[in-house]
């Protein structure tokens, strides 16, 4: 391919990040999800340039394709999203109860509404449509399904979706549903997205500049530390502190993904594969206004 040196640098700049979202929403598991967007890179690695009109297309079949093909293996079927393993690594021992149900439980009950509740196909039909806004037409591809029957996919997962927030396991915070009409607001979603994806991209790339284009001027930041060894500190307000700040403790180095709840536009955010934060983002039209952060200050990020 000619996309070697500084030009593939370049497209492994603009869309890792998009990728390893994108497989964490179907997969759950960061491990995994950065694993699946590896192996997309090395597939474009080896795919003749002329071959490809839109790159970041072609990436998000792939991995959609990478997706389904690790979801259908034995091993994903022999695992048990939710399990709490998953998180146990979160915070440090000494951690009081009420502070690992902030993080753990409340990413937990997300994951398992996806991950519990849909199966394959409605999964991925869902995500690439309710949340990355792909039209049914190249979600077929994926699925190698007619169009018609990918929007049912994504219809069906809605209901179960919605059904599931309504479940007395589910944390409160989590129990806004997505609307049963998807017209509803899908322009907001779209525009969310959008942020979203600039947001994270901004903050995992260590980008001040690009990150003072998505906060609003007047943006606010606040910040809880879960294993109690650090106070907490003062809210921040203005969008160049709110970005120093965040780039303190989520830019270079980190890995962060889009929170899968429904209706809840936030983030997680990873270390060597270890989840230590997690961000709430309060949105105003195409900027974020707000951020609250809950992060665990023991996760060396050296």
């Not at 700049?13 to 964490?24: M, S």
């Not at 753990?104 to 409605?122: C, F, G, M, T, Y």
């Not at 809210?235 to 180095?253: M, P, Q």
């Not at 990873?270 to 206004?289: E, I, K, P, S």
Request: proline share 6%; net charge negative.
């Amino acid at each position: 391919m000619e996309t070697h040196g500084d030009q593939f640098t370049a497209l492994w700049d603009a869309h890792r990040a998009y990728l390893v979202d994108l497989a964490f929403r179907m997969l759950g598991d960061i491990a995994e999800a950065e694993d699946v967007a590896q192996e997309a890179f090395l597939r474009l690695s080896r795919t003749p340039a002329d071959e490809l009109n839109n790159v970041r297309g072609w990436l998000t079949v792939v991995t959609g394709r990478l997706c389904l093909d690790l979801m259908g293996s034995a091993r994903a079927r022999r695992e048990q999203p939710g399990d709490p393993e998953l998180l146990n690594s979160v915070v440090s021992p000494g951690v009081d109860p009420a502070d690992r149900v902030t993080l753990d439980d409340h990413v937990q009950s997300a994951l398992a509404i996806v991950l519990q509740r849909l199966n394959p196909p409605e999964r991925v039909a869902f995500i690439l449509h309710d949340v990355f806004a792909l039209p049914f037409e190249e979600i077929a591809a994926i699925l190698g399904r007619p169009a018609g029957t990918c929007r049912q996919l994504a219809r069906r997962a809605r209901t179960k979706i919605t059904g599931a927030t309504a479940a007395p396991t589910i944390a409160a915070a989590d129990r806004a549903v997505v609307s049963a009409d998807p017209v509803i607001d899908q322009a907001t979603a779209s525009t969310h997205r959008a942020v979203l994806d600039r947001f994270i991209a901004a903050c995992s790339g260590g980008d001040l500049n690009a990150l003072l284009t998505v906060l609003a001027p007047d943006a606010w930041g606040s910040a809880t530390f879960v294993a109690g060894s650090l106070p907490t500190p003062e809210d921040t307000h203005g969008a160049t502190a709110v970005a120093s700040n965040l780039l303190s403790y989520f830019g270079s180095g980190a890995t962060l993904v889009s929170h899968p709840a429904p209706a809840t536009v936030g983030v997680l955010a990873y270390h060597n594969r270890v989840l230590y934060g997690m961000l709430v983002l309060t949105m105003r039209g195409d900027r974020v206004a707000g951020i609250e952060a809950i992060v665990d200050p023991t996760i060396p990020m050296a």
